[in-house]
């Protein structure tokens, strides 16, 4: 009940707070440590939960890679509220794709984990995502930790790969579009509890797309 009761209380401060950076004209100090302080006290709060979920104290229907998976995405809110990203173009870009490729290749999983047995041809295209996504991860592990040992001045697979990264995560944002528009129209057999959830993916892919989109500009600009 006190878990219920403290998420509760973070929805209410989150609400608070979307309203006055929506109402806010910069983002004044003040406003970013608030922000902050609510950020760090809801990785917290995940933390604890999945402590809890890990030593089964509390067995909510949720994956518990699910909650792990939103511990990272606050990770990631809170770094770029502090600004703490590397300068180096390369490895500000690289760091983005292994995080955003690991994130969109989790969210199929738990699509695929939530779809009816029944629902077969999205099961295979799910399955069929994961595998390329899987490879894209692997992929971008592999180029980053190139990038680390040699520190190369340049590096032009790393422009190739991102084109790819690009074009795989739309094809994802469209079937995460896809899927959401079957679950409004009552077309889609699955444990999905809102069709809200697809909604929320599919508009992190579209920030996945904008974070690699800007990183890959400001490599093109250095390189010339
Ligand atoms: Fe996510």
Not at 88 to 116: C, S, T
Not at 154 to 177: G, H, M, P, W, Y
Not at 190 to 213: C, K, N, Y
């Amino acid at each position: 009940m006190q878990l219920i009761a403290e998420a509760q209380a973070f929805f209410d401060r989150f609400a608070a707070l979307e309203t006055q950076v929506n109402q806010a004209q910069e983002l004044d100090p003040t406003l970013l440590d608030n922000l902050i302080q609510a950020v760090r006290d809801f990785i917290d709060y995940k933390r604890r939960l999945l402590a809890l979920i890990i030593q089964c104290q509390i067995a909510p229907c949720l994956y518990p890679l699910l909650i792990d998976h939103i511990t990272r995405e606050a990770v990631n809110f809170l770094d770029l509220l502090k600004n703490s990203s590397p300068e180096d173009p390369l490895d500000a870009i690289l760091a983005v794709e292994v995080f955003w490729l690991r994130i969109m290749k989790e969210h199929i999983e738990f699509v695929r984990g939530l779809l009816d047995p029944s629902e077969r041809l999205l099961i295979e295209q799910s399955d069929q995502f994961i595998a390329t996504f899987s490879n894209l991860l692997d992929e971008a592990r592999d180029l980053q930790s190139m990038n680390f040992q040699a520190q190369p001045d340049s590096f032009n697979t790393v422009a190739r790969f991102t084109d790819a990264v690009l074009e795989n995560i739309t094809q994802l944002r469209n079937f995460k579009a896809a899927a959401h528009e079957l679950a409004l129209l009552c077309q889609l057999l699955s444990i999905v509890s809102t069709p809200l959830l697809l909604d929320h993916i599919r508009r992190e892919a579209d920030r996945a797309l904008l974070e690699i989109g800007a990183l890959q500009a400001q490599l093109d600009m250095s390189d010339e």
